[in-house]
Each structure stands twice: as structure tokens, then as C-alpha cells.
């Protein structure tokens, strides 16, 4: 699997249909519409945008979109892309393929519904011309993260969760992870933030927690309040970075990126993340809140990606539905082309 920071030929997305992502109200779903649409839109600067869109929701998607992005149109119970849709991978030749996880709504949440989204993994690669790699793993795009080199970072509370794969060990999950990735080495980070492992969360996803900025590198999540949750999280991390190395044996290089000052909503402690970015050719998308350490975020991300244009988006609305802007986006690696 390519680094996020390679070519990117395309970028998927999914846009919201029905369920809790639109909530209760009218003025709900146009936010939601508005905060997707707004992701696309910043994204189509760089990279084409590829939407896929309930036949039911055509309609919005079209007033909300316009010409920015393409419309295909497929049957969706949600629009989280980055973990129904495939990862694209490539083998020696350059050649293309897309694995497809299976996907179970991220471990059999009850408030989850997946029957149509566990079919996109595999509409996305038939759209997109490639091969299907079949993976007998229940995994989301959101709960690993590679540095296209041989490493990888997961959470122990996603991939051997028992409602996900029981049984499953981490030996088996590095297993699949080599044999479909290309990884020798995964950094076990041991859960994720608290709010995304509480009942309406992902129980731990990894692209909110610590990115791979470039080998060698890792950017991670830094809660200096002692007394958001998440702040015991960030010591422990900084501890296991400080003394990770990477595949090739590399020490890790690891930079904090400061949490949010906002520690809570109505419905609790936040977990507002600036990790949960995604990079596309020559450009990052970075989720913003309105928030005193909006600027401090993105020049820390200015500097670890240089030469890049780092553009915020306001993702309270992408966060109040349980995700940011990298879990509503899948990258289509370009291969055989420099970013």
C-alpha cells in the first residue's frame, strides 16, 4: 500500500443518505450535506472527487455538489468512505488492485446498519477498473495507517476486537496485514481516544490518534489538558513513540500535534483531532473547529509537509456524526506518478 503522501489519481467519498448522520431534523441533514460537500469541494482543488450517492439522496447531492465532483450512484446505509470503501494496493509491476475487508459496522455497533455498505469495498475497485483482493479480516481504512514503506500503526481495540475478529492475535492480524499491505513491522498503539471507544464510537480507530507524515516520522495527537481523558493517552504515546523504530530499524521521529483548547460538547468530551487529515497530491485537508489551536495545528502540519497547501475545513459537523474529514475520504493511489 502506497504512503498517503504518493500520487493520488482520484479520491472516493459517500455522501449521507438516511440514518443519524442526517439526524432529526431538516436543519441536521442540510449541515451534514454542507460539511461533506464542503470536504469535496477543498479536495477537487487538488484531486479529482468521485461522490457515491444513494439513488434516494441524488437529488441533494446534486444541489449541494454541482459540478465540483463526479456522481456515481450506489445503494449506501452511510457515507464513511474511508472504512467501507476498498484499499488500493499495487503490486512489483505498478499494477493496481483493491482489497475489500470485510466490513460488520464496525464490530456490530447496534446503532449501525452495514448491509449496503459492506458491498461498496468491492463497487468502489469495479468502478475504478481494478481487481478485487479478497481479505477474510473485518477492518476499516480508519484503523491502520502506513508509511508505504513496511510500517504500519494500528490499535489493539479495533483489529482484535472480539466483535470484529474473536480469536484473532496479533500475530495473525501482522499476517494479513504483510500479505495484503506489504508491512513488516506494526506499531500496536493500545487503544484509541475515549470518546471514539465509547458506545457510539469505532472503539479505537487509529486515524485520529497518529499519522505517518513521512518514514521515519509520526505526527500523534497531543492532549495537554490533564483533565480531558485523552491527556494520559498522549503521555503514553509520546513514551511509546520515543521508543519505537520503524521497519528498516529507523528510530521514530515523533512530533506532537496539539489537541483542540475545546474539551467538551453537549454530549460530552470531545475527540477533536487535527491527525485526522488527509493528504492529496498537493494538498492537505485539515479538519478545524473554530478553536484557539486551529493556527498552531496547521503550521505544525505546514512544516511536516512541506511544500504542500494546507487548507482547513470546519469538521464539527463531520465530528458531531462520529468522524473527520479523513474517515469520509478514500484515496486511489496514481501509481507509476511522483506526488
Not at 479520491?11 to 460539511?35: K, Q, V
Amino acid at each position: 500500500m502506497p504512503a498517503e503522501t504518493a500520487a493520488h489519481e482520484r479520491i472516493w467519498m459517500a455522501f449521507p443518505a438516511s440514518g443519524y448522520t442526517l439526524g432529526d431534523t431538516a436543519a441536521d441533514a442540510e449541515a451534514a450535506r454542507t460539511c461533506w460537500a464542503d470536504v469535496a469541494r477543498a479536495v477537487a482543488r487538488f484531486t479529482p472527487v468521485t461522490m457515491v450517492v444513494d439513488p434516494a439522496a441524488r437529488t441533494e447531492a446534486e444541489r449541494h455538489l454541482g459540478t465540483a465532483v463526479k456522481i456515481v450512484e450506489r445503494a449506501l446505509d452511510d457515507a464513511w468512505m474511508r472504512d467501507i470503501g476498498p484499499t488500493f494496493v499495487h503490486d512489483d509491476a505498478g499494477r493496481l488492485a483493491a482489497v475489500d475487508w470485510v466490513f460488520n459496522g464496525w464490530g456490530q455497533q447496534q446503532w449501525a446498519t452495514w448491509d449496503r455498505d459492506r458491498h461498496i469495498g468491492a463497487a468502489v475497485a469495479g468502478l475504478a477498473g481494478v481487481p478485487v483482493i479478497a481479505s477474510s479480516l473485518v477492518n476499516e481504512g480508519g484503523g491502520f495507517h502506513v508509511d508505504g514503506a513496511g510500517t504500519a500503526l494500528a490499535t489493539e481495540t479495533v483489529q482484535l476486537d472480539p466483535h470484529r475478529n474473536p480469536g484473532a492475535t496479533k500475530a495473525d492480524i501482522e499476517a494479513e496485514f504483510s500479505r495484503l499491505l506489504g508491512v513488516k513491522k506494526v506499531i500496536w498503539l493500545p487503544r484509541g481516544l475515549a470518546r471514539d471507544s465509547g458506545e457510539f464510537g469505532t472503539r479505537g480507530h487509529v486515524d485520529i490518534v497518529a499519522t505517518f507524515p513521512s518514514p521515519g516520522v509520526v505526527l500523534y495527537h497531543d492532549q495537554r489538558d490533564p483533565e480531558h481523558p485523552d491527556h494520559q493517552l498522549s503521555i503514553e504515546l509520546r513514551a511509546l513513540f520515543t521508543a519505537a523504530t520503524d521497519a528498516s530499524g529507523q528510530r521514530l521521529h515523533a512530533i506532537p500535534v496539539p489537541a483542540p483548547a475545546t474539551l467538551r460538547d453537549e454530549e460530552g468530551w470531545v475527540d477533536y483531532s487535527y491527525l485526522n487529515h488527509l493528504v492529496t497530491n498537493a494538498g492537505v485537508i485539515a479538519c478545524t473547529f473554530d478553536d484557539l489551536h486551529d493556527d498552531e495545528a496547521l503550521e505544525v502540519l505546514g512544516r511536516a509537509y512541506p511544500g504542500r497547501e494546507v487548507v482547513g475545513v470546519d469538521a464539527r459537523e463531520l465530528f458531531a456524526r462520529g468522524g473527520g474529514i479523513h474517515c469520509i475520504t478514500q484515496q486511489q493511489p496514481a501509481v507509476g506518478r511522483k506526488p
